[in-house]
């Protein structure tokens, strides 16, 4: 399946050794995620450092590992779609518009991994929070085809 992944789950997943990081490890999911999503995630890191009592190398070294499972798609290739995202989710979550248009510009199906309830709002993509994704996946995984994250 592919998804999107939005800024709150790499966040969560940087954050914490949870389940984020077990799906961001699944072999039955393609991710993948705006460019603009490394600069949210720069602009929090002080906080993220703080908060986790992480070093500021453990964080890049934990966000290193997770771009290698969520392939960074270029503002240039959801530019397209941002009007139509903006003209959706102008009156659910504007900010999220990027997400959206990212969705759009490489869905075959799938949809947006979030645990923002207002993506729930909107009906051009499907939404998938955390539990919902470990319910889908745990019906594909078998004891010989587990995930295999580094981190866990």
């Known amino acids: 399946m592919i998804l999107v992944v939005d800024t709150n789950i790499i966040i969560s997943a940087l954050i914490k050794n949870r389940h984020s990081r077990k799906i961001i490890y699944s072999d039955n999911l393609e991710l993948y995620t705006p460019e ?21 190398e453990e964080i890049d070294t934990i966000l290193e590992l997770f771009l290698q499972k969520i392939e960074l798609i270029p503002d240039e290739k959801i ?8 003209e959706i989710m102008e009156n659910i979550d504007i900010k999220d518009s990027p997400i959206l248009a990212c969705a759009l510009a490489i869905l075959n199906n799938g949809g ?9 709002k909107q009906t051009e993509v499907k939404a ?19 995930t295999s994250c580094p981190l866990a």
């Open 128 to 146: 998938w929070n955390t539990k919902e994704l470990l319910f889908y996946l745990n019906g594909y995984q078998t004891k010989k085809s587990k």
């Open 36 to 56: 603009y999503v490394l600069q949210e995630i720069y602009n929090i890191k002080d906080k993220m450092i703080k908060r986790t009592k992480k070093s500021e």
């Open 112 to 120: 947006i991994w979030t645990q923002d309830k207002h993506f729930y």
């Open 79 to 86: 530019e397209p779609y941002m009007n139509y995202s903006i």
